[in-house]
């Protein structure tokens, strides 16, 4: 399917719609009070937000049923789901950037993958969530090192009342079960938050038209094979509130998962036969801001961050004879960020500050560790020149060196410097204008840098980082009663990227499993790529009854240095809804999502995968105040459809779910 314009815009006069998820921060009506300490951004008297900052309420969570972090991101314009199939993991690109280059954080600390930077945003449950914030270009330096295409920030929920909670559980047809539970107290000065979220599905069901492709068809019926996942998601928070301007908070958030592997169904690559009997992570962390004085603030963040992986591999289809022992990963991050904040400037807001975070990884079954260690140095001055113009700027120092390695390998160390401009125009409360202009790194990680690729590659300890330099244009306005509209173009080049090229073999059977006899794989900073496009959002009231949103991404991404296809993003994709409330307890929403243009990795070359459209449908019930109960179906169509070669994704399903508030 080819999305072209005349078919945009149908769909968005249509009266089926995905919501995308996405609102400014002055219209939050439905959504819960944020928990403050979790965002990066300073609050109060005078808030540096990016212009180009979102966020996804809790209410935009529920009303998309999105069970995931991945579900609630991939309808917010400029955000494509990067399935990694032959790994089952979930990655996200914004604006064609990865999870490496945007990194994603937990009431501001860092949840990525120490080894290679990469995150499974499937593992990641959404009930104990009050907010998902995505900058972009803009994103604050305040953030730390590798915010090179942007930063998710996830906010977890602060209760607001003595004693709160909220039961939610569910089933579909595919034999998926979802159960979540939160409590929550506060008694003014002292707070408490717990919550538990469990998702687990063991199958799926195949769309219309499905055909196992390989010699040996290993799915044959109705159901997606090796397709099981087990998530289980635990946090606990207490919070003291001393003041009206002070709080401290002590968190913690588990998970603790299962997956499958579905195998490949293309016919331009052998199976693998993988299982992921653990995929673990534990985050511990002190959160605090202090004021000193009117005008001053102090935060600080600490934390400790552990996560450890297994990989099963089997040699055959039932999954009975094991290739091998478990290859275990097991990796710990620590850190800690001070920042120091004043408003004793008129008109202006400055920041000052320090980051140190530390990442250990341990490969267990070959017992090797490695440990790097980075620093950041960064300022950040706002300043509304009238109560229409605003300039904010920031400049960082970022440094990585290596702390420990194995014996046999070369220590390397690399440092950059960032910086950004934002200019932004208020002419009324109802339009903000802004302009953009930052430069912006990712260090290399571990694998990057000292990965053998399995016999396939050489390590290369002085990569660089690399580098980004954004320019973007925007709006956010109401230009008519009951119109929240956005719009934004940018462009952005992207240079020292880290490519793999072919390298003269150093000595003989330096690379013994590499493709080509004689020569190694090798990480260079070679890559030089562009990223532009446009992105528009419109979210529209119709009286007290009807709801229509819609988002919109074109994205063109070019290789500069050559005809190096573009993967894993779409062209043109579109998200849009409309809900429809016809009494004061019932609501009814439809959905539509839809792509084109996306390339996918096919053997030693690539494919371009077919557009597609998919339509869902929802209706809830508000029995009584607190009690909700859902009843819906995804992909009403049955539609056959790919985000990965080989890698089809459900067919129709249908779900219920109850939900009950206090």
């Known amino acids: 399917m080819k999305l072209r314009p005349n078919t945009i815009l149908l769909g968005l006069l249509a009266a089926s719609f995905v919501l995308p998820a996405y609102a400014d921060d002055d219209t939050q009506a439905d959504a819960e009070p944020a928990f403050e300490l979790g965002q990066i951004t300073v609050q109060g008297r005078r808030s540096n937000v990016a212009a180009d900052e979102r966020t996804i309420s809790s209410e935009d969570i529920r009303r998309a049923n999105s069970q995931t972090i991945a579900d609630a991101l991939s309808t917010q314009p400029g955000v494509s789901v990067d399935l990694i199939g032959a790994r089952n993991e979930t990655g996200l690109r914004l ?10 954080f937990l009431d501001g ?6 080894y290679d930077g990469y995150v499974d945003f499937a593992r990641f449950l959404t009930p104990g969530l009050s907010e998902i914030r995505v900058a972009k270009s803009g994103a604050s330096l305040m953030y730390g090192p590798n915010t090179l295409g942007g930063a998710i920030n996830l906010v977890s929920r602060k209760p607001q009342k003595a004693f709160e909670g909220e039961v939610v559980a569910g089933i579909d047809d595919a034999s998926g079960k979802n159960l979540s539970l939160n409590l929550g107290s506060n008694t003014g000065r002292f707070y408490v938050q717990g919550g538990f979220a469990y998702l687990d599905q063991n199958r799926f069901r195949l769309p219309k038209g499905f055909h196992d492709q390989k010699r040996r068809p290993t799915d044959t019926g109705r159901y997606r094979e090796n397709a099981g996942r087990t998530d289980r998601h635990y946090s606990l928070k207490f919070g003291f509130t001393p003041n009206d301007t002070d709080e401290y908070a002590l968190g913690y958030s588990g998970i603790r998962s299962e997956k499958q592997q579905p195998t490949y ?8 036969y993988w299982r992921w009997p653990y995929w673990d992570k534990d985050s511990v962390y002190f959160l605090s801001n202090t004021s000193l004085g009117e005008a001053n603030r102090l935060k600080v963040r600490v934390y400790h961050d552990s996560y450890k992986n297994g990989l099963q591999m089997y040699r055959d289809s039932a999954y009975r004879i094991a ?20 408003t004793a400037l008129n008109k202006q807001l400055l920041q000052f500050g320090y980051q140190y975070k530390t990442d250990r990884h341990h490969d267990e079954s070959k017992d090797t560790r490695f440990r790097d260690a ?12 009238t109560p229409q113009w605003r300039l904010r ?38 339009h903000l204008f802004y302009a953009t202009v930052s430069s912006k790194s990712r260090f290399p990680s571990l694998k990057d840098r000292y990965s053998f690729r399995m016999g396939r590659a050489l390590p290369n ?26 719009a934004a173009v940018f462009y952005s080049r992207l240079s020292n990227e880290i490519q793999t090229v072919m390298v003269p073999e150093p000595y003989r059977n330096a690379c013994r499993r590499s493709s080509v006899r004689g020569y190694c794989n090798q990480t260079q900073n070679v890559g030089r790529t562009r990223h532009a496009g446009l992105e528009l959002g419109l979210r529209q009231s119709i009286g007290e009854h009807l709801t229509l949103g819609a988002g919109y991404s074109y994205l063109h991404r070019k290789d500069l240095r050559g005809d190096t296809a573009m993967l894993d993003t779409p062209v043109h994709k579109l998200n849009a809804f409309a809900e429809y409330r016809p009494v004061e307890r019932i609501g009814l929403t439809a959905n539509v999502r839809a792509e084109s243009g996306r390339k996918s990795s096919y053997g030693s070359s690539y494919r371009k995968l077919g557009g597609y459209a998919v339509y869902d449908t929802k209706a809830a019930w508000n029995i009584r105040d607190g009690l909700t109960w859902e009843a819906g179906i995804n992909n009403i169509g049955n539609k056959n459809y790919e985000l990965s070669d080989g890698y089809p994704m459900p067919g129709r399903t249908w779900f219920t779910n109850v939900r009950y508030a206090f």
């Open 323 to 342: 290739d091998g022992d478990v290859s275990a990963y097991k990796d710990r991050t620590t850190g800690a960020s001070v920042n120091f904040s004043t």
């Open 461 to 486: 300890p002085d990569l660089k980082s690399e580098r980004a330099h954004h320019f973007e244009l925007g709006w956010k306005g109401q230009p008519w009663n009951g119109a929240q509209v956005d």
């Open 393 to 430: 700027s920031s400049a960082d120092y970022e440094h990585l060196a290596v702390k420990e390695l194995p014996d046999g390998f070369a220590k390397g160390k690399t440092h950059s410097v960032n910086g950004l401009l934002e200019l932004s125009f208020r002419p009324s409360d109802a």
């Open 109 to 114: 600390i860092p949840q990525y993958v120490p």
């Open 374 to 385: 980075a620093h950041q140095f960064a300022v950040e001055h706002q300043i509304d020149f």
């Open 95 to 104: 604006r064609g950037y990865d999870s490496r280059q945007v990194p994603l």
């Open 265 to 272: 169904v293309g016919n331009a690559a052998n199976a693998r």
